[in-house]
């Protein structure tokens, strides 16, 4: 992904690129050249290639942002509504137990506002809004302490393997039989 917070750019990081391609359209009408301009503003060749190309054909308005990407799918204030929702929990919503997965969020999402979103940007959404996945504070209720470890001692060691071969090993990435 190009940007961590899955969001694109802040509009204060977008007026900064902004004023970086402006600076670069002074230094072209000064007749500079592209590896120069690259050089003095800190930016690949390649950018200012492009912005020399759309300098040339629609001039300084052609460097401007255009603003963002696309609008968010859950504005401001359906997010906030998403949150009240989550805050009343997923028993409140018919769920047995009280974790929201995103697969849960998303069929939320579906019912209460009539839209769909991918797994992926639901958590991109809820990571630029300040959650994070989190792990129960406590065990479960349900939690039989003599089947796990029953599990543990008879399932466990036919799933995990053997540590170590019971015969010798051979470093060669050939097949025994072939050679």
Not at 10 to 39: P, S, V, W, Y
Not at 86 to 101: E, F, I, K, N, S
Not at 108 to 113: H, V
Request: aromatic share 8%; with cysteine; glycine share 8%.
């Amino acid at each position: 992904m190009r940007y961590p917070q899955g969001g694109g750019l802040t509009a204060e990081r977008r007026a900064f690129r902004e004023h970086i391609r402006m600076q670069a359209a002074e230094l072209f009408a000064l007749g500079h050249d592209n590896a120069a301009i690259a050089k003095q503003l800190r930016v690949s060749v390649r950018s200012v290639q492009r912005w020399h190309q759309a300098w040339g054909h629609g001039g300084t308005p052609a460097l401007e942002s255009k603003g963002q990407a696309s609008r968010p799918k859950l504005s401001e204030a359906l997010f906030e509504v998403l949150e009240q929702e989550l805050a009343r929990g997923p028993v409140a919503h018919g769920w047995p137990d009280q974790t929201w997965t995103l697969a849960r969020i998303k069929t939320l999402i579906g019912r209460r506002f009539h839209k769909t979103m991918t797994l992926s940007a639901i958590a991109q959404m809820l990571h630029r809004h300040g959650f994070s996945h989190q792990l129960p504070a406590r065990r479960a209720v349900e939690r039989d302490e003599e089947a796990v470890a029953g599990w543990v001692k008879e399932t466990w060691p036919q799933v995990e393997g053997p540590w170590r071969r019971s015969t010798p090993g051979c470093a060669s990435k050939t097949k025994q039989a072939s050679r």
